[in-house]
Protein backbone atom coordinates (compact mmCIF):
# COMPACT_ATOMS: atom_id res chain seq x y z
CA UNK A 1 0.00 0.00 0.00
CA UNK A 2 1.30 3.54 -0.82
CA UNK A 3 0.68 5.74 1.83
CA UNK A 4 2.52 8.78 0.33
CA UNK A 5 0.94 11.88 0.69
CA UNK A 6 -1.16 10.41 3.82
CA UNK A 7 1.19 12.54 6.13
CA UNK A 8 -1.63 15.11 7.21
CA UNK A 9 -1.31 17.66 9.97
CA UNK A 10 2.28 18.34 11.96
CA UNK A 11 1.62 18.44 15.92
CA UNK A 12 4.04 19.56 18.60
CA UNK A 13 3.85 17.53 21.78
CA UNK A 14 5.43 18.43 25.38
CA UNK A 15 6.23 15.06 27.29
CA UNK A 16 7.35 14.04 30.98
CA UNK A 17 9.17 10.44 31.41
CA UNK A 18 10.76 8.58 33.96
CA UNK A 19 13.90 7.92 32.12
CA UNK A 20 15.22 5.30 34.48
CA UNK A 21 14.03 1.95 32.60
CA UNK A 22 15.24 3.48 29.07
CA UNK A 23 17.81 3.51 27.20
CA UNK A 24 17.73 6.76 26.79
CA UNK A 25 15.30 9.14 24.09
CA UNK A 26 16.48 7.99 20.54
CA UNK A 27 15.13 4.46 18.76
CA UNK A 28 18.04 1.86 18.66
CA UNK A 29 17.74 -2.10 18.20
CA UNK A 30 14.35 -3.18 19.07
CA UNK A 31 15.90 -5.24 22.71
CA UNK A 32 16.86 -1.64 23.78
CA UNK A 33 13.36 0.19 25.00
CA UNK A 34 13.40 3.79 24.24
CA UNK A 35 11.09 6.72 24.76
CA UNK A 36 10.82 7.24 21.10
CA UNK A 37 10.41 3.96 20.27
CA UNK A 38 7.65 3.76 23.25
CA UNK A 39 5.69 7.06 21.36
CA UNK A 40 6.29 5.81 18.13
CA UNK A 41 4.75 2.27 19.26
CA UNK A 42 1.88 4.00 20.37
CA UNK A 43 1.45 6.04 17.21
CA UNK A 44 1.33 2.85 15.19
CA UNK A 45 -1.41 1.95 17.53
CA UNK A 46 -3.63 4.74 17.05
CA UNK A 47 -2.98 5.30 13.63
CA UNK A 48 -2.70 1.27 11.95
CA UNK A 49 0.77 2.37 10.54
CA UNK A 50 4.60 3.77 11.07
CA UNK A 51 4.90 7.32 12.63
CA UNK A 52 7.94 8.11 12.94
CA UNK A 53 8.91 11.43 15.49
CA UNK A 54 11.18 14.01 15.81
CA UNK A 55 12.38 15.06 19.37
CA UNK A 56 14.20 18.21 20.58
CA UNK A 57 17.00 16.37 22.51
CA UNK A 58 18.83 12.97 22.80
CA UNK A 59 18.42 12.25 26.49
CA UNK A 60 21.05 9.70 27.37
CA UNK A 61 19.79 6.76 29.22
CA UNK A 62 18.11 7.09 32.38
CA UNK A 63 17.59 10.96 31.38
CA UNK A 64 14.24 12.03 32.82
CA UNK A 65 12.14 14.71 31.16
CA UNK A 66 9.73 17.41 32.50
CA UNK A 67 9.39 19.28 29.18
CA UNK A 68 10.44 17.45 26.30
CA UNK A 69 9.43 18.27 22.63
CA UNK A 70 8.46 16.07 19.74
CA UNK A 71 6.73 16.42 16.52
CA UNK A 72 4.94 14.29 13.94
CA UNK A 73 2.90 13.94 11.25
CA UNK A 74 -0.79 12.24 11.57
CA UNK A 75 -3.99 12.15 9.31
CA UNK A 76 -6.62 12.83 11.95
CA UNK A 77 -10.22 14.05 12.24
CA UNK A 78 -11.19 13.91 16.30
CA UNK A 79 -8.98 16.99 17.48
CA UNK A 80 -5.57 17.14 19.20
CA UNK A 81 -7.41 16.67 22.75
CA UNK A 82 -8.45 12.99 21.80
CA UNK A 83 -5.24 12.47 20.33
CA UNK A 84 -3.43 13.16 23.62
CA UNK A 85 -5.82 11.43 25.02
CA UNK A 86 -5.83 8.48 22.61
CA UNK A 87 -1.54 8.62 23.04
CA UNK A 88 -1.80 8.35 27.08
CA UNK A 89 -3.96 5.80 26.79
CA UNK A 90 -1.42 3.30 24.40
CA UNK A 91 1.66 4.93 26.19
CA UNK A 92 3.15 2.92 30.04
CA UNK A 93 2.90 4.84 33.15
CA UNK A 94 6.15 6.55 32.86
CA UNK A 95 5.87 8.24 29.70
CA UNK A 96 2.82 10.95 29.59
CA UNK A 97 2.25 13.73 26.71
CA UNK A 98 1.70 17.26 28.42
CA UNK A 99 0.45 19.27 25.82
CA UNK A 100 -0.20 18.66 22.10
CA UNK A 101 -1.38 21.09 19.49
CA UNK A 102 -0.96 21.09 15.63
CA UNK A 103 2.12 22.89 14.61
CA UNK A 104 3.19 24.81 11.18
CA UNK A 105 3.81 21.89 8.67
CA UNK A 106 7.72 23.08 9.04
CA UNK A 107 8.27 22.99 12.30
CA UNK A 108 10.91 21.21 13.72
CA UNK A 109 11.45 20.53 17.06
CA UNK A 110 15.51 20.69 17.37
CA UNK A 111 16.01 23.37 14.36
CA UNK A 112 12.95 26.11 15.98
CA UNK A 113 14.29 25.43 19.00
CA UNK A 114 15.23 28.85 20.68
CA UNK A 115 16.21 28.05 24.43
CA UNK A 116 16.32 24.84 26.53
CA UNK A 117 16.65 24.68 30.00
CA UNK A 118 18.01 21.71 32.17
CA UNK A 119 17.68 20.87 35.86
CA UNK A 120 20.67 18.22 37.47
CA UNK A 121 19.85 17.46 40.79
CA UNK A 122 22.45 16.25 43.36
CA UNK A 123 21.77 14.71 46.99
CA UNK A 124 24.16 16.27 49.17
CA UNK A 125 24.39 13.67 52.25
CA UNK A 126 26.47 11.43 53.85
CA UNK A 127 23.64 8.78 53.42
CA UNK A 128 22.31 7.39 50.68
CA UNK A 129 18.42 8.07 50.32
CA UNK A 130 16.02 4.79 49.01
CA UNK A 131 13.31 7.75 47.86
CA UNK A 132 15.76 10.06 45.67
CA UNK A 133 18.06 7.06 43.87
CA UNK A 134 16.72 7.16 40.45
CA UNK A 135 16.21 11.11 40.94
CA UNK A 136 18.98 12.55 41.64
CA UNK A 137 23.40 11.98 41.91
CA UNK A 138 24.32 11.32 45.56
CA UNK A 139 27.37 12.81 46.79
CA UNK A 140 28.65 12.33 50.00
CA UNK A 141 31.08 14.41 50.57
CA UNK A 142 30.17 18.04 51.72
CA UNK A 143 30.09 20.21 48.49
CA UNK A 144 30.13 24.42 48.67
CA UNK A 145 27.60 25.68 46.66
CA UNK A 146 29.55 29.38 47.05
CA UNK A 147 32.51 27.94 44.85
CA UNK A 148 30.35 26.08 42.45
CA UNK A 149 28.29 29.41 41.72
CA UNK A 150 31.74 31.31 41.27
CA UNK A 151 32.49 27.93 38.23
CA UNK A 152 28.96 28.34 37.12
CA UNK A 153 28.98 32.87 36.61
CA UNK A 154 31.88 31.99 34.28
CA UNK A 155 29.78 29.57 31.94
CA UNK A 156 27.06 32.64 31.47
CA UNK A 157 27.76 34.33 27.56
CA UNK A 158 28.95 32.71 24.31
CA UNK A 159 32.00 30.24 24.78
CA UNK A 160 33.66 27.66 22.78
CA UNK A 161 32.46 24.19 25.44
CA UNK A 162 34.73 21.82 22.91
CA UNK A 163 35.67 20.51 26.97
CA UNK A 164 32.53 19.98 28.14
CA UNK A 165 31.02 17.89 24.93
CA UNK A 166 30.75 17.05 21.50
CA UNK A 167 29.12 18.75 18.77
CA UNK A 168 26.69 16.94 16.35
CA UNK A 169 28.36 16.31 12.69
CA UNK A 170 29.04 19.64 10.79
CA UNK A 171 28.53 21.86 13.63
CA UNK A 172 30.85 24.18 16.03
CA UNK A 173 31.07 23.65 19.83
CA UNK A 174 30.26 27.34 20.61
CA UNK A 175 27.09 27.97 22.28
CA UNK A 176 25.26 30.57 24.61
CA UNK A 177 24.24 30.37 27.63
CA UNK A 178 21.65 32.92 29.40
CA UNK A 179 21.67 31.32 32.57
CA UNK A 180 23.85 28.96 35.09
CA UNK A 181 23.11 28.77 38.91
CA UNK A 182 23.39 26.17 42.02
CA UNK A 183 20.14 26.78 44.38
CA UNK A 184 20.21 24.25 47.67
CA UNK A 185 16.97 23.40 48.15
CA UNK A 186 16.46 21.17 51.19
CA UNK A 187 19.21 18.23 51.16
CA UNK A 188 19.48 18.48 47.03
CA UNK A 189 21.81 21.44 45.38
CA UNK A 190 20.13 21.64 42.16
CA UNK A 191 21.82 23.52 39.20
CA UNK A 192 19.69 24.91 36.51
CA UNK A 193 21.39 25.86 32.91
CA UNK A 194 19.59 27.72 29.83
CA UNK A 195 21.46 27.77 26.82
CA UNK A 196 20.48 28.12 23.08
CA UNK A 197 21.68 25.07 22.65
CA UNK A 198 23.47 21.90 24.24
CA UNK A 199 26.72 19.49 23.48
CA UNK A 200 26.12 15.95 23.96
CA UNK A 201 26.92 14.99 27.16
CA UNK A 202 27.69 18.98 28.72
CA UNK A 203 25.31 19.05 31.41
CA UNK A 204 26.32 16.09 32.52
CA UNK A 205 29.75 16.74 31.78
CA UNK A 206 30.11 20.60 33.49
CA UNK A 207 28.02 18.87 36.68
CA UNK A 208 30.95 16.66 37.08
CA UNK A 209 33.53 19.28 37.03
CA UNK A 210 31.54 21.91 39.06
CA UNK A 211 31.38 18.84 41.25
CA UNK A 212 34.84 18.60 41.76
CA UNK A 213 34.97 22.40 41.96
CA UNK A 214 32.40 21.85 45.18
CA UNK A 215 34.11 19.03 47.03
CA UNK A 216 37.32 20.95 47.08
CA UNK A 217 39.41 18.79 44.47
CA UNK A 218 39.34 21.47 41.64
CA UNK A 219 39.38 25.25 42.07
CA UNK A 220 37.73 27.81 40.36
CA UNK A 221 40.59 28.44 38.36
CA UNK A 222 41.33 24.96 37.24
CA UNK A 223 37.89 24.98 36.00
CA UNK A 224 38.07 28.14 34.52
CA UNK A 225 41.04 26.98 32.43
CA UNK A 226 39.55 23.71 31.44
CA UNK A 227 36.91 25.65 29.78
CA UNK A 228 39.63 27.74 28.18
CA UNK A 229 41.76 24.78 27.06
CA UNK A 230 38.62 23.87 24.74
CA UNK A 231 39.92 20.51 24.94
CA UNK A 232 37.97 17.54 25.95
CA UNK A 233 40.54 15.55 27.88
CA UNK A 234 40.52 18.43 30.35
CA UNK A 235 37.32 17.96 31.90
CA UNK A 236 36.44 16.06 35.24
CA UNK A 237 34.55 13.16 35.31
CA UNK A 238 30.83 12.90 34.39
CA UNK A 239 28.04 13.40 35.99
CA UNK A 240 25.28 9.95 36.47
CA UNK A 241 22.25 10.48 33.75
CA UNK A 242 19.84 9.97 36.64
CA UNK A 243 20.37 13.70 38.17
CA UNK A 244 19.42 15.70 34.84
CA UNK A 245 16.37 16.37 33.86
CA UNK A 246 15.12 18.22 30.36
CA UNK A 247 13.03 20.98 31.59
CA UNK A 248 11.58 22.79 29.04
CA UNK A 249 12.42 24.12 25.76
CA UNK A 250 11.50 27.49 24.51
CA UNK A 251 10.45 28.59 20.46
CA UNK A 252 9.58 31.97 18.98
CA UNK A 253 5.50 31.20 19.88
CA UNK A 254 5.70 29.26 23.08
CA UNK A 255 7.80 27.97 26.59
CA UNK A 256 6.83 24.29 26.77
CA UNK A 257 6.66 24.54 30.47
CA UNK B 1 24.23 -25.36 68.13
CA UNK B 2 22.52 -23.55 71.19
CA UNK B 3 22.71 -19.36 70.63
CA UNK B 4 20.85 -18.87 73.56
CA UNK B 5 22.35 -16.10 75.67
CA UNK B 6 24.48 -14.54 72.76
CA UNK B 7 21.61 -11.96 72.06
CA UNK B 8 23.86 -9.13 72.89
CA UNK B 9 22.74 -4.88 72.50
CA UNK B 10 19.38 -4.00 71.06
CA UNK B 11 19.49 -1.26 68.53
CA UNK B 12 17.28 1.02 67.47
CA UNK B 13 17.38 1.82 63.57
CA UNK B 14 15.35 4.91 61.88
CA UNK B 15 14.64 3.90 58.21
CA UNK B 16 13.77 5.09 54.65
CA UNK B 17 11.84 3.19 52.15
CA UNK B 18 10.57 3.33 48.78
CA UNK B 19 8.18 0.68 48.91
CA UNK B 20 7.47 -0.07 45.66
CA UNK B 21 8.99 -3.09 45.06
CA UNK B 22 7.87 -4.59 48.41
CA UNK B 23 4.84 -6.71 49.86
CA UNK B 24 4.92 -4.11 52.97
CA UNK B 25 6.86 -4.14 55.79
CA UNK B 26 6.10 -7.23 57.74
CA UNK B 27 7.59 -10.56 56.42
CA UNK B 28 5.66 -13.11 54.74
CA UNK B 29 6.22 -16.22 52.84
CA UNK B 30 9.68 -16.18 51.37
CA UNK B 31 8.57 -15.79 48.13
CA UNK B 32 7.12 -12.09 48.73
CA UNK B 33 9.90 -9.62 49.18
CA UNK B 34 9.55 -7.41 52.34
CA UNK B 35 11.39 -5.12 53.97
CA UNK B 36 11.37 -6.60 57.14
CA UNK B 37 13.03 -9.67 55.07
CA UNK B 38 15.50 -7.56 53.02
CA UNK B 39 16.58 -6.29 56.59
CA UNK B 40 16.79 -9.88 58.75
CA UNK B 41 18.45 -10.54 55.41
CA UNK B 42 20.93 -8.02 55.92
CA UNK B 43 21.73 -8.92 59.36
CA UNK B 44 21.97 -12.88 58.87
CA UNK B 45 25.03 -12.05 56.41
CA UNK B 46 26.95 -9.35 59.04
CA UNK B 47 26.07 -11.85 62.30
CA UNK B 48 25.73 -14.91 60.41
CA UNK B 49 22.63 -16.57 61.92
CA UNK B 50 19.14 -15.66 61.68
CA UNK B 51 18.38 -12.09 63.63
CA UNK B 52 14.83 -11.35 64.30
CA UNK B 53 13.90 -7.56 64.06
CA UNK B 54 10.80 -5.70 64.91
CA UNK B 55 9.35 -2.57 63.49
CA UNK B 56 7.04 0.33 64.55
CA UNK B 57 4.47 0.54 62.09
CA UNK B 58 3.82 -2.37 59.49
CA UNK B 59 3.24 -0.23 56.37
CA UNK B 60 1.27 -1.94 53.54
CA UNK B 61 2.66 -2.86 50.26
CA UNK B 62 3.64 0.20 48.11
CA UNK B 63 3.55 2.72 50.81
CA UNK B 64 7.04 4.12 51.66
CA UNK B 65 8.61 5.11 54.72
CA UNK B 66 10.92 8.09 55.93
CA UNK B 67 11.43 7.25 59.45
CA UNK B 68 10.55 3.82 60.15
CA UNK B 69 11.98 2.46 63.44
CA UNK B 70 13.29 -1.31 64.20
CA UNK B 71 15.00 -2.75 66.65
CA UNK B 72 17.16 -5.84 67.14
CA UNK B 73 19.24 -7.81 69.22
CA UNK B 74 23.05 -8.43 68.10
CA UNK B 75 26.12 -9.33 69.53
CA UNK B 76 28.73 -6.94 67.56
CA UNK B 77 31.66 -5.44 68.57
CA UNK B 78 32.82 -2.78 66.54
CA UNK B 79 30.24 0.04 67.03
CA UNK B 80 27.42 1.47 65.98
CA UNK B 81 29.10 3.43 63.32
CA UNK B 82 30.18 0.36 61.57
CA UNK B 83 27.35 -1.37 61.99
CA UNK B 84 25.19 1.13 59.96
CA UNK B 85 27.32 1.10 57.44
CA UNK B 86 27.70 -2.99 57.35
CA UNK B 87 24.07 -3.14 57.09
CA UNK B 88 23.45 -0.12 54.54
CA UNK B 89 26.36 -2.29 52.32
CA UNK B 90 24.09 -4.80 52.59
CA UNK B 91 20.68 -3.88 51.78
CA UNK B 92 19.52 -3.09 47.99
CA UNK B 93 19.28 0.28 46.94
CA UNK B 94 15.17 0.96 48.27
CA UNK B 95 16.18 0.28 51.06
CA UNK B 96 18.40 2.16 53.86
CA UNK B 97 19.37 2.62 57.59
CA UNK B 98 19.46 6.08 58.62
CA UNK B 99 20.70 6.10 62.25
CA UNK B 100 21.68 3.57 64.13
CA UNK B 101 22.43 3.82 68.14
CA UNK B 102 22.15 1.47 70.96
CA UNK B 103 18.42 1.40 72.62
CA UNK B 104 17.94 0.24 76.50
CA UNK B 105 17.56 -3.47 76.67
CA UNK B 106 13.74 -3.32 76.82
CA UNK B 107 13.52 -0.97 74.39
CA UNK B 108 10.02 -1.72 71.74
CA UNK B 109 9.70 0.56 68.49
CA UNK B 110 5.65 0.06 68.47
CA UNK B 111 5.16 -0.29 72.48
CA UNK B 112 7.27 2.86 73.16
CA UNK B 113 6.06 5.19 70.50
CA UNK B 114 4.46 7.95 71.82
CA UNK B 115 3.43 9.70 68.39
CA UNK B 116 4.07 9.05 64.48
CA UNK B 117 3.26 11.35 61.50
CA UNK B 118 2.41 10.36 58.48
CA UNK B 119 2.38 12.16 55.23
CA UNK B 120 0.01 11.78 52.37
CA UNK B 121 0.59 13.13 48.31
CA UNK B 122 -2.01 13.87 46.49
CA UNK B 123 -1.04 14.64 42.67
CA UNK B 124 -3.68 16.89 41.79
CA UNK B 125 -4.03 17.75 38.36
CA UNK B 126 -5.70 16.65 34.87
CA UNK B 127 -2.94 14.57 33.59
CA UNK B 128 -0.94 11.69 35.23
CA UNK B 129 3.16 12.73 35.80
CA UNK B 130 5.64 9.55 34.98
CA UNK B 131 8.01 11.02 37.64
CA UNK B 132 4.93 11.28 40.50
CA UNK B 133 3.75 7.81 39.79
CA UNK B 134 4.73 5.87 42.23
CA UNK B 135 5.23 8.12 45.12
CA UNK B 136 1.56 9.99 44.97
CA UNK B 137 -2.11 9.11 44.34
CA UNK B 138 -3.18 10.77 40.88
CA UNK B 139 -6.64 12.70 41.09
CA UNK B 140 -7.68 14.45 38.34
CA UNK B 141 -10.89 15.91 39.68
CA UNK B 142 -9.68 19.35 41.24
CA UNK B 143 -9.99 19.45 45.14
CA UNK B 144 -10.93 21.96 47.23
CA UNK B 145 -8.60 21.94 49.87
CA UNK B 146 -10.50 24.11 52.47
CA UNK B 147 -13.07 21.60 52.43
CA UNK B 148 -10.68 18.68 52.91
CA UNK B 149 -8.92 21.12 55.72
CA UNK B 150 -12.48 21.58 57.42
CA UNK B 151 -12.85 17.94 57.56
CA UNK B 152 -9.44 17.50 59.06
CA UNK B 153 -9.89 19.50 61.45
CA UNK B 154 -12.45 17.25 63.26
CA UNK B 155 -10.01 14.69 63.12
CA UNK B 156 -7.70 16.37 65.98
CA UNK B 157 -8.54 15.41 69.71
CA UNK B 158 -9.37 12.27 70.72
CA UNK B 159 -12.15 10.10 68.84
CA UNK B 160 -13.39 6.72 67.78
CA UNK B 161 -11.98 5.81 64.76
CA UNK B 162 -13.88 2.76 63.95
CA UNK B 163 -15.02 3.87 60.73
CA UNK B 164 -11.51 4.67 59.45
CA UNK B 165 -9.57 1.20 59.64
CA UNK B 166 -9.66 -1.41 62.11
CA UNK B 167 -7.57 -2.13 65.30
CA UNK B 168 -5.07 -4.80 66.11
CA UNK B 169 -6.23 -7.34 68.14
CA UNK B 170 -7.09 -6.63 71.91
CA UNK B 171 -7.06 -3.22 71.40
CA UNK B 172 -9.47 -0.59 70.74
CA UNK B 173 -10.62 1.79 68.12
CA UNK B 174 -9.88 4.95 69.74
CA UNK B 175 -6.67 7.13 69.26
CA UNK B 176 -5.74 10.34 69.66
CA UNK B 177 -4.53 13.02 66.72
CA UNK B 178 -2.32 15.75 67.84
CA UNK B 179 -2.56 17.76 64.03
CA UNK B 180 -3.88 16.81 60.74
CA UNK B 181 -3.98 19.23 57.95
CA UNK B 182 -3.43 18.98 54.24
CA UNK B 183 -1.19 21.86 52.70
CA UNK B 184 -1.10 22.80 48.80
CA UNK B 185 2.77 22.49 47.65
CA UNK B 186 3.46 23.38 44.05
CA UNK B 187 0.73 20.81 42.39
CA UNK B 188 0.60 18.78 45.28
CA UNK B 189 -2.03 18.34 48.00
CA UNK B 190 0.38 16.92 50.95
CA UNK B 191 -1.83 15.60 53.89
CA UNK B 192 -0.15 15.84 57.31
CA UNK B 193 -1.55 13.99 60.16
CA UNK B 194 -0.17 13.06 63.64
CA UNK B 195 -1.43 10.85 66.56
CA UNK B 196 -0.68 7.95 69.23
CA UNK B 197 -1.38 5.82 67.25
CA UNK B 198 -3.06 4.40 64.08
CA UNK B 199 -5.43 1.87 63.26
CA UNK B 200 -4.86 -0.56 60.27
CA UNK B 201 -5.43 1.41 56.87
CA UNK B 202 -6.71 4.32 58.75
CA UNK B 203 -4.47 6.99 56.99
CA UNK B 204 -5.31 5.98 53.61
CA UNK B 205 -8.92 5.34 54.49
CA UNK B 206 -9.28 9.12 55.87
CA UNK B 207 -7.43 10.30 52.86
CA UNK B 208 -10.22 8.55 50.43
CA UNK B 209 -13.06 10.08 52.08
CA UNK B 210 -10.92 13.42 53.13
CA UNK B 211 -10.71 13.08 49.08
CA UNK B 212 -14.37 12.53 48.72
CA UNK B 213 -14.90 15.55 50.58
CA UNK B 214 -12.42 17.57 48.34
CA UNK B 215 -14.32 16.91 45.11
CA UNK B 216 -17.55 18.04 46.42
CA UNK B 217 -19.35 13.99 46.15
CA UNK B 218 -19.00 14.00 50.19
CA UNK B 219 -20.14 17.32 52.63
CA UNK B 220 -18.07 18.08 55.47
CA UNK B 221 -20.98 16.93 57.37
CA UNK B 222 -21.24 13.68 55.45
CA UNK B 223 -18.12 12.80 57.12
CA UNK B 224 -18.10 13.93 60.57
CA UNK B 225 -21.11 11.19 60.38
CA UNK B 226 -19.05 8.83 59.07
CA UNK B 227 -16.98 9.45 61.97
CA UNK B 228 -19.42 9.71 64.41
CA UNK B 229 -20.90 6.44 63.23
CA UNK B 230 -18.12 3.92 64.13
CA UNK B 231 -18.59 1.98 61.48
CA UNK B 232 -16.39 0.75 59.05
CA UNK B 233 -18.98 0.61 55.76
CA UNK B 234 -19.57 4.24 56.40
CA UNK B 235 -16.21 5.40 55.27
CA UNK B 236 -15.20 6.13 52.04
CA UNK B 237 -12.76 4.39 49.31
CA UNK B 238 -9.49 3.60 50.68
CA UNK B 239 -6.49 5.58 48.89
CA UNK B 240 -4.28 3.77 46.94
CA UNK B 241 -0.79 2.95 49.23
CA UNK B 242 1.66 4.85 46.94
CA UNK B 243 0.80 8.39 48.55
CA UNK B 244 1.91 7.56 51.88
CA UNK B 245 4.59 7.89 53.70
CA UNK B 246 5.70 6.97 57.42
CA UNK B 247 7.67 10.25 57.97
CA UNK B 248 8.47 10.00 61.67
CA UNK B 249 8.04 8.27 65.11
CA UNK B 250 8.94 10.15 68.64
CA UNK B 251 10.01 8.06 71.80
CA UNK B 252 10.13 9.83 75.17
CA UNK B 253 14.07 10.22 74.71
CA UNK B 254 14.08 11.51 70.51
CA UNK B 255 12.13 11.84 67.53
CA UNK B 256 13.51 10.02 64.39
CA UNK B 257 13.55 12.58 61.77
Chains 1, 2 share one sequence.
Do not use: C
Amino acid sequence: MNVAGQTGTRYRAVIEYDGTAYFGFQRQVPEQPTIQGQIERALQQIAHRPVTITGAGRTDSGVHALGQVISFDLAWRHGPAALLRAMNANLPPDIAILVLDEAPPAFHPRYDARRRTYHYYIYNRPLRSPLRRQTSWHVVHPLNVDTMNQAAEVLVGVHDFATFGQPPKGENSVRQVFLAHWQPRNEFLVFTIEANAFLYRMVRSLVGSMKAVGDGSWTVSAFVAALQARDRRQAGDTAPPHGLYLVSITYDDAETR
